[in-house]
């Protein structure tokens, strides 16, 4: 096993938690509904606005570093995260309620339709309190636990977080996870207890959980709702009383973090910046610690949210700078900046980067190879995390073996190769990272390591080959009501984890810390999960059964009965279809001029007939597979 | 025929009749063309009796006779530059002696065919006794055949039909009756056949060719080989090209049964179908086919039409029953290819014709005329009163056939010169270079394929099961002596379940669809015909098996 050594190979991911508290929200209360539309009308943050609309340049200096906080909020999904950030916005006058709708036009389709962030945004608020003006930088961080990296990069900009947490709901394995990287980043956290609208919201029973998993005094919360903007002045004035402004000089040469990066077609490389040490202004030569490389600095600003250009940015604030960097390569998250020849020590924690999660990835066609190829070329350009190989099946034919960061990342950049680039793929089932120490010397030189790492299954080396093969492993958080705690450790056994930990977070859920190897949970565990309680897992799982059963209707051919799709979840059916049986089928003239014609026709029917697959006795066109997959992949 | 003289109709009726549909490329090719006005015949080198050119537009020759001048010497003179053709597979042997029956025959064809077409009408009441069920057959079957006639032109193109035929702008008759009457005669004499069983006038709109027309064929049909008083000799008939006094030319002539494409009751569905004729014409002719061949006259009625509903159809297809004679075939429309309908619905113009309502209707249908009396003896096919149709009824036996005219298909022995294989026959579809190669040839035989023994039993298969007596033992056995029905079909897992299902039925009488079964025959087969080939491949190797 590689589990501890190879703590490099999990991460930040390691506290990463996938399946979450699934069970308690059906036993609870009904769903939130009203809230689950937030992720729809959140969206202030993008890149909005096009540089035409730039306003004149403005001046950071006037904000001293007293006057600055920088912070985040983290959440676990659907907690409010975002609409807290819009009220936020909306507080300091930065976006207006009325921009709402134009800006959630402007988001990501991917990022819309699924309700999660996906790349950081970043806003700067201005913010008059007692008679001072303070700049808030706010830092929105992608919130799944596949991007745990990049959340963690971006706290490292902050010296404190909003850590939001539904008051219905309770926490929940993200919350967990989020919070512990913000206290091994030794950050501020300043609970928010959001939702407090709800029916069905609890806010002391959340805050007796907080009290209870993260130590935190239960009259720290704050009790807002951020729906109708109830007390989140309250959390502005926390914002400045409880975090402090961060520890930097101005005098110091530039050391500066990326902790994001776009790419733009027409300026290059946005990258978003925290200053820890001096200034940057446009004409500064900078270097990349982590490339070495040089580039010019031609723009200096802050995201307001969108770009506003300054004169100067300065230690302890936050901002984007392009400086002609042709690929995000070259400004990876987690590097550091400095001025040319003024080298500086990197800011810790920099790390390239690892796909966790691979899979084969082919053109449904093989005569839209090219078109393909271009098109993840250019997403890829946006996405420096996704690592792309040649391969080729015999089945399949030329296609890529794509590596992710995680399950969510495959299927976001499928989504998006869909959506923006109209291509339709095959994506075969994920696989994660193998790791083999060769057992002798002539291995090791024709391999030119002892440690080879094996990303395609195909590739797979003998045993006689090898001492020994390491697996990534990683470390997941599970809250559950105490009902199920049965069911999930069982499961988690049967997924070959190791029970880290186990308290009880309330009276009746328990959170489960356990270590799997990555391959267990890759695929389906969270569906396993989910379904191990019903009532949750019923309304997402029926519309994905749904969707499954239609797919397969329309692939396969009629037959001499009806047969019927259904969809389970464990023994429950969840969703069916049927498939008519033929009523007719039969040529209706066929006289002596019409024979040779339909005897050609059966005998070719016939021969496709004996292609098919037989499963039971129902016949099923091999495409009917490839399209049922297809449907997994982008549910 | 003048232009003026004839009554001119609308399209050709989409009939029962064999029809000359599929083809080699080259064929299919020169099927489509839009062109086509019966062209003269250039004169040849001929046979005995110089062949007249039939010049003008021909209001002329109302006398069969002058017709058919030179039709019969065409072979002898043309066999010896038989070209090779690329769409053949096998060489063609021509035939390289005169048929010796033709040369004096054709003298006085039109009194003959009068004589024979009296002989017919006496024998008439004789054959619609008796029962036609399994239609016996008892002089071997190589020596008997069925004929088809192809008259390629249609006064105007339907919107669903993709058959061999041509909207000329003039049709030289005369030369294109000679024609038929060659090629009749050649095949007759390639297939020693010595007796034909039935007629089938087809098209095209057989109705527009003259009675002479249909005379002389006749005629010299009953030359070549031996056309009993008692044969059934059908014709389609489209309602306006056949008023009543057309139609009794017609029995004169020879003509014992009608097929009537009526298609609908509605006029706005004759419209969309193309149809020139309204459903008062249509009844109108039928009363008239009626009075003139009580018993046998047959209508044809389409279903599935593009918005076409369950209910209204219902109720055509009684109101039918009020009118009609002892035959219906109930045809559900096929969207084919390069038809106007098919690129309406393509463009979206039309709806879709739904599958299901189709379904239904055919249900519904086949349970209305089986009340009403008629025994459904074929997928779209019914009779009352044992009046099935004898030609019809041969295709699906896989008895012999001869098909004459352009894009005919035949499928027939040619012992007659010494063959023993059974071989598929298309002629050549386009009628100008049909007529070329009949003037030169003796035939315009565009393609031979010889079919083999299993192809044989598979074309019996797909045949026979289309019949509501489906494949009987002594059926199957007269094609394979060494593998019965039950060799094949009885150990069969698959077959097994089809059998459980209940759509088909294997016991003593021998292998057939139920009910049920007969509307998605082309799906059983799906399952059978593999079963059969694999069955041919692994059949103890038995001595006599020739290949």
């Known amino acids: 096993m590689w589990t501890l050594v ?55 200096s006037r904000f001293s570093v007293e006057n600055i906080r920088n912070f985040s909020i983290i959440a676990h999904v659907d907690h409010g995260k975002s609409t807290l950030a819009d009220r936020l916005l909306e507080l300091t006058g930065t976006i207006d309620k009325t921009k709402n709708n134009k800006q959630v036009l402007d988001k990501l389709q991917v990022e819309r339709e699924r309700g999660i962030t996906v790349k950081a945004q970043t806003a700067s608020l201005f913010y008059n309190w007692e008679g001072k003006q303070y700049l808030l930088n706010l830092i929105d961080t992608p919130g799944h636990v596949d991007f745990s990296y990049e959340v963690s990069r971006s706290l490292s900009a902050c010296q404190g977080v909003l850590l939001v947490v539904d008051a219905n709901e309770g926490i929940q394995a993200q919350t967990v996870a989020n919070f512990f990287l913000a ?98 202004s446009k004409g500064d030569k900078i270097v990349s610690a982590h490339t070495k490389k040089i580039h010019e600095v031609n723009e200096v600003g802050v995201l307001n949210p969108n770009e506003q250009p300054a004169h100067k940015l300065y230690a302890g604030q936050v901002g984007y700078l392009i400086a002609g960097m042709k690929d995000v390569t070259e400004a990876q998250i987690g590097d550091t900046l400095y001025l040319h020849k003024q080298q500086v020590e990197p800011l810790p924690g920099f790390k390239s980067a690892k796909p966790m999660v691979f899979a084969g990835m082919y053109p449904i066609d093989q005569s839209e190879y090219n078109n393909l190829k271009s098109a993840i070329e250019k997403l890829t350009i946006n996405d420096s995390s996704v690592t792309v190989h040649r391969d080729s099946s015999l089945a399949l034919g030329a296609g890529w073996r794509l590596g992710f960061l995680g399950l969510l990342h495959m299927e976001v950049f499928n989504q998006r190769l869909e959506q923006e680039y109209n291509a339709s793929v095959i994506l075969t089932t994920p696989t994660v990272p193998y790791k083999a120490v060769l057992s002798s010397a002539k291995l090791i030189k024709e391999y030119r390591e002892k440690e080879i790492t094996i990303i395609n299954p195909a590739q797979f080396p003998e045993k006689s080959k090898v001492t020994e093969y390491l697996e990534p492993v990683v470390l997941g958080t599970i809250i559950t009501p105490d009902e199920y705690t049965g069911k999930v450790m069982m499961l988690c056994q049967a997924r070959r984890a190791v029970q880290k930990n186990m308290i009880f977070i309330d009276q009746n859920r328990v959170m489960l810390k356990y270590l799997f190897p990555l391959n267990e949970i890759v695929v389906d565990f969270y569906d396993s999960l989910k379904s191990l309680s019903s009532g949750y897992a019923r309304d997402k799982a029926h519309s994905v059964g749904k969707a499954i059963c239609e797919r397969l209707k329309d692939s396969l051919p009629r037959q001499l009965f009806e047969i019927a799709i259904q969809a389970a979840v464990g023994s429950k059916i969840i969703a069916r279809e049927t498939v008519k049986a033929y009523r007719k089928n039969v040529l209706a003239k066929c006289y002596g001029g019409d024979i040779t014609r339909k005897m050609k026709l059966l005998k070719r029917q016939a021969e496709g007939k004996k292609k098919l697959r037989k499963v039971g006795n129902i016949e099923v066109p091999r495409d009917a597979f490839i399209k049922v997959l297809k449907t997994q992949s982008d549910k | 025929m003048g232009r003026g003289t004839r009554p001119r109709t609308g399209g050709q009726k989409a009939g029962e009749a064999a029809q000359p549909t599929t083809l080699s490329r080259k064929g299919r090719t020169g099927g489509r ?140 008759e005369a030369a294109m009756r000679s024609c038929l009457v060659t090629e009749a005669q050649t095949l007759l004499g390639l297939s020693g056949v010595q007796r034909v069983d039935s007629v089938f006038f087809g098209g095209g709109t057989p109705s527009l060719a003259s009675p002479n027309t249909v005379a002389a064929v006749l005629e010299a049909v009953d030359q070549a080989a031996h056309l009993p008083a008692d044969s059934e000799v059908t014709l389609e008939a489209n309602p306006t090209s056949a008023p009543g006094s057309r139609l009794a030319a017609f029995g004169a002539a020879g003509i014992n049964r009608l097929s009537i494409g009526l298609q609908s009751l509605d006029d706005k569905e004759l419209q969309l179908l193309g149809r020139t004729h309204s459903a008062s014409d249509a009844l109108q002719t039928l009363a008239e086919a009626r009075r003139l061949f009580p018993g046998r006259v047959s209508v044809d009625l389409m279903l599935g039409l593009p918005a076409q509903k369950s209910g209204p159809w219902l109720r055509q297809l009684r109101e039918l029953l009020g009118y009609c004679d002892d035959h219906i075939s109930l045809y559900q429309l096929t969207l084919e290819r390069g038809t106007a309908l098919f690129t309406q619905v393509q463009r979206g113009t039309l709806p879709a014709p739904d599958p299901e309502v189709a379904a239904e209707m055919y249900q519904e249908g086949r349970a209305v005329l089986r009340e009403a009396g008629f025994r459904q003896y074929e997928v779209s096919n019914f009779a009352r009163n044992g009046a099935l149709s004898t030609h019809n009824w041969t295709y699906w036996q896989c008895g012999q056939y001869l098909g004459v005219g352009p894009g005919a298909h035949g499928r027939f022995v040619p012992q007659g010169a010494g063959g023993h294989t059974r071989e598929a026959r298309i002629q050549t579809l386009e009628p100008d270079n049909w007529m070329k190669e009949v003037t030169l040839f003796g035939h315009g035989t565009r393609k031979r394929v010889p079919l083999g023994e299993l192809e044989l039993l598979e074309e019996v298969l797909a045949m026979g099961l289309r019949t509501d007596v489906g494949i009987t033992h002594q059926h199957w056995q007269r094609f394979a002596s060494q593998l019965s029905l039950w060799d094949v079909f009885g150990s069969s897992q698959e077959v097994k379940a089809l059998l459980v299902q209940g759509l088909l039925l294997l016991d003593h009488r021998g292998l057939r669809c139920s009910w049920e079964g007969l509307a998605v025959l082309d799906s059983l087969l799906l399952t059978l015909l593999p079963r059969l080939q694999e069955a041919w491949l692994q059949r103890a190797p038995s001595p006599g098996q020739g290949g």
């Not at chain 1, 980043?185 to 609208?197: F, G």
């Not at chain 2, 077409?117 to 002089?139: C, I, L, V, W, Y």
Request: proline letters at 10%; glycine letters at 8%; hydrophobic letters at 35%.
């Open chain 2, 33 to 172: 063309g839009k062109r086509v006005r019966a062209q003269q015949v250039a004169p040849q080198r001929r046979g005995p009796g110089p062949s007249q050119p039939v010049r003008g537009r021909g209001a002329r020759s109302r006398s069969p006779s002058s017709s058919c001048r030179g039709g019969p010497g065409g072979p002898a003179g043309a066999a010896l530059r038989t070209p090779v053709r690329p769409g053949a597979c096998l060489p063609i042997s021509r035939r390289t002696r005169p048929l010796p029956a033709v040369a004096g025959a054709m003298a006085l064809p039109g009194a003959r065919a009068r004589g024979w077409a009296a002989a017919t009408k006496m024998a008439q009441r004789r054959r619609h006794a008796e029962d036609a069920k399994g239609f016996p057959s008892p002089a071997p079957p190589s020596s008997r055949a069925a004929l088809y006639v192809h008259w390629p032109y249609c006064e105007k193109r339907c919107s669903y039909c993709n058959f061999n035929k041509y909207v000329p702008r003039g049709v030289e």
């Open chain 1, 183 to 280: 206290f091994e980043a030794q950050l501020s956290v300043i609970p928010v207890i959001n939702k407090i609208d709800l029916k069905n919201a609890d806010p002391e029973r959340v805050e007796k959980q907080i009290e209870k998993v993260f130590d935190i005094p239960s009259d720290e919360c704050i009790k807002i709702s951020a729906k109708l903007g109830t007390n989140v002045e309250r959390v502005l004035q926390a914002v400045i009383e409880r975090i402090p402004p961060p520890k930097v000089h101005c005098k110091n040469p530039l050391r500066a973090l990326v902790f994001d990066s776009t790419f733009d077609q027409y300026r290059g490389v946005i990258a978003n910046v925290a200053l820890f040490d001096g200034v940057v």
């Open chain 1, 6 to 60: 190879g703590r490099g190979w999990s991460h930040g991911r390691a506290l990463a938690v996938w399946a979450a508290g699934t069970a308690q929200r059906g036993r609870l209360e009904p769903l939130p509904t009203p809230t689950r539309g937030a992720p729809a009308e959140f969206r202030a943050w993008d890149r909005l606005y096009t540089s035409a609309e730039r306003k004149e340049k403005i001046d950071m």
